[in-house]
């Protein structure tokens, strides 16, 4: 967990530092610096006319694009994407299930479209809909979150049935609280602890999601900084630049991976019941 | 026996119905008009209208959803708008790469992913646990395109084992088409295996602690009949769950995999579907796979009786 924090620590800095970490402006790039290996020395116009020596550390693209840039920026994206996607899936998935939980009429209605939604795989929900709405990151956040409401609802719903049973809430029932207040006083804390783990999980996904979508044509528009995208740009030419694919492809897959190992550590650490069961 | 079959496939009709319904919404509620994009941009508003009219546009959105629901009991998915064929026949026709790719994952996943898990499960805490739980994380997080081209790199290009891209027919041969078939396989199951393994270890170190396995053990039965006939055929419920589950994961996958390799199969159809917006198209291969989900799940709880005789339906 410590690891997964660390690592995740230095990309939330350099997704923040993106601009001052010896990168060129995202705007510029040259033709005459087209596929450069990786190290390599080649130049830049400004918006002045001027020529720059510039390193492309990871070599360029097909465009003469700096591909260390690109995959700077692009955490930002991912990071970005991940979390919203989290904080949204959460936020309509916590809506969803207490409401499912507390009014047994909504109940049964409510688990079945959630039931409906899981049976359709998560990706083809998210390129269906990023491929009717297109769009910016708006988008595709809510095509990514909306597959993984069902499962946040099914949790929260299920936290719900178990903690309205406890002697705390039928106090507070007995007492005459509102029902809104005993959902955000009483059971809404007591599901914060396995809604976290859940949410890093979402978060993990969602950057995954996106870089597929991205790397499909199908999700943020090409121009973007994604690491989808410089991937998408970098297929074409695989054989004899390689790089172009493999950048992107480390920095993704260490992300998703230091997200999933937080995630377990939270989970081990903040929910042990549920440790022991996988 | 039968009234559970039945009460079980009752069961589903209810999530076939909200997928389809979702389904029907989610493609009907586009901004954009279908009848504007068959006609083509030289078409006049009347031949708009028209088009519109035979597909039956001009109705309220519930009355079309009847018509296309009804349509579809009869294996009528509609008609693409890229294609120009029906789309039930573009999936006929795409489907053998993508269930040649599925079996075979499904068979290589398993085939490592059970053993291992078994062993973990048995070395428990060793450091072959360890590595393997591991590299089961990494397995969950490497991206399948990104370990797609590393092993494209690799096999392909730096060995020259295998062909980069592209699929062959069985028709023409078994040879040529596990040849083309192997590397995508290999690269679709490593989630897969990452999953299937995991839950194999949870499952076998739960029946590992039972009673029946120190009796077998202190009958002199041989560790490896320990194994396999007590210890992982009674671990065998979690594990063929898990395997249905991961359908989902695969039907992802797919869709990666098929675009990287050059597959022609339905994942490849959902990609150019939506890049042409072709909604019909989009529409039937998500229903498809739905359907498949759904079916799969069931087959899987059915199966319980087969692994496990103490469950009777």
Not at chain 2, 59 to 83: C, K, M, N
């Amino acid at each position: 967990m410590r690891i997964g924090g660390t690592v995740l620590a230095v990309l939330v800095v350099v997704a923040l530092l993106a601009p001052w970490l010896g990168t060129v402006d995202p705007s510029l790039f040259d033709p005459a610096s087209r596929d450069l290996l990786p190290g390599a020395m080649g130049e830049v116009t400004t918006l002045d006319g001027e020529y720059l020596k510039h390193r492309f550390l990871m070599g360029s693209d097909s465009f003469g694009r700096d591909i260390y840039r690109r995959v700077i920026y692009g955490t930002q994206v991912s990071l970005i994407v991940g979390i919203a996607t989290a904080l949204v899936a959460l936020a309509i998935g916590i809506v969803f299930g207490l409401l499912a939980g507390f009014l047994r009429w909504l109940d049964g209605p409510l688990m079945r479209v959630m039931d409906g939604l899981m049976a359709i795989p998560a990706i083809l929900i998210a390129i269906a809909l990023v491929a009717m709405w297109r769009g910016g990151v708006l988008t595709v956040v809510i095509a990514i979150a909306i597959p993984e409401i069902p499962r946040v609802t099914r949790l929260v719903r299920s936290l719900v049935l178990t903690i309205r049973e406890e002697p705390y809430v039928e106090a507070a029932i007995s007492l005459g609280t509102p029902t809104w207040k005993i959902m955000g006083r009483h059971i809404l804390p007591n599901t914060v602890a396995p809604l976290i783990v859940q949410g890093t999980f979402i978060c993990a996904a969602g950057i995954l999601t996106e870089a597929i979508l991205s790397f499909l044509g199908v999700g943020l528009p090409p121009d973007v900084p994604t690491w989808g995208n410089v991937m998408a740009e970098g297929r074409a030419q695989f054989t004899e630049y390689p790089h172009n694919i493999f950048f992107p492809g480390i920095f993704l897959a260490v992300t998703v991976l230091a997200v999933n190992i937080l995630g377990d550590g939270l989970r081990d650490t903040l929910d042990p019941k549920m440790a022991k069961r996988v | 026996m039968l009234n559970f079959l039945l009460r079980r496939l009752l069961s589903t009709l209810p999530v076939l119905v909200v997928v389809a319904v979702l389904v029907f919404l989610m493609l009907r509620l586009t901004p954009g008009d279908p009848a504007a994009v068959l006609a083509g941009d030289a078409a006049t508003t009347d031949q708009i209208a028209e088009i519109r009219k035979t597909l039956g546009l001009d109705r309220s959105i519930p009355e079309q959803f009847v018509v296309w629901a009804g349509h579809l009991l009869t294996g009528d998915l509609g008609q693409s708008y890229y294609y120009k064929t029906e789309v039930a026949t573009l999936i006929g026709q795409r489907l053998e790469p993508t269930l040649s790719l599925a079996a075979l994952t499904i068979t290589i996943a398993v085939l490592v992913a059970v053993p291992l898990g078994v062993l973990a499960a048995w070395r428990f805490g060793s450091w072959f646990d360890r590595t393997l739980m591991g590299f089961s994380v990494l397995g969950f997080s490497i991206p399948v395109f990104v370990l797609a081209y590393i092993l494209i790199w690799l096999v392909s290009l730096k060995l020259g084992w295998l062909p980069v891209q592209g699929y062959k027919r069985l028709a023409d041969g078994a040879g040529p088409w596990i040849h083309h078939l192997l590397l995508p396989s290999i690269t679709l199951s490593v989630i897969y295996i990452a999953l299937i393994a995991r839950v194999t270890r949870a499952s076998v170190l739960e029946t590992l602690g039972e009673d029946y396995i120190r009796t077998a053990r202190a009958k002199g039965l041989p560790e490896r009949l320990v194994l396999v006939r007590h210890a992982l055929a009674n671990a065998a419920v979690p594990i063929v769950t898990v395997i249905g589950i991961g359908i989902a994961l695969l039907i992802g996958g797919v869709v990666v995999t098929e675009s990287v390799y050059a597959i022609p199969g339905l994942g490849r159809l959902t990609v150019d579907a939506v890049l042409a917006r072709d909604f019909p198209t989009i529409q039937g291969v998500i229903l498809l796979f739905s359907v498949v989900y759904v079916v799969v799940n069931l087959l899987v709880d059915l199966s319980y009786v087969f692994f496990d005789p103490r469950i009777r339906y």
